[in-house]
Nanobody
């Protein structure tokens, strides 16, 4: 089991950048695939990015490719989301999540067993 705490959200102008962090406590952080999801008011929760256990493989939603970068530091039990060229459409609560599943669609939120409390990202126009 693992507990997740996000930080780094805030208010930023369009075109700006933010770096989100997700700190994990508990055992065996490197045994989990980690993902970032977001949920805007009135919308469903959607995947943003995911990263493999060792950090060598990453996947991104089409809407953020080229702008966002997911990374992890297993020694620090932390996963990051660097967000550049932010747009108003990126405004949402951002959640990190963890799963010990294998052979799944990274975008399937139902496969993730552990979730953080979320951090608000607001991009003004």
């Amino acid at each position: 089991q693992v507990q997740l705490v996000e930080s780094g959200g805030g208010l930023v102008q369009a075109g700006g950048s933010l770096r989100l962090s997700c700190a994990a406590s508990g055992r065996s952080f490197s045994s989990y695939v980690m993902g970032w999801f977001r949920q805007a008011p009135g919308k469903e929760r959607d995947v943003v990015a995911a990263i493999s256990r060792g950090g060598s493989n990453t996947d991104y939603a089409d809407t953020v490719k080229g702008r966002f970068t997911i990374s992890r530091d297993n020694a620090k039990s932390t996963v990051y989301l660097q967000m550049n060229s932010l747009k108003p459409e990126d405004t949402a609560v951002y959640y990190c999540a963890a799963t010990d599943a294998w052979g799944f669609d990274f975008s399937d939120s139902l496969k993730y067993d552990y979730w953080g409390q979320g951090t608000q990202v607001t991009v003004s126009s």
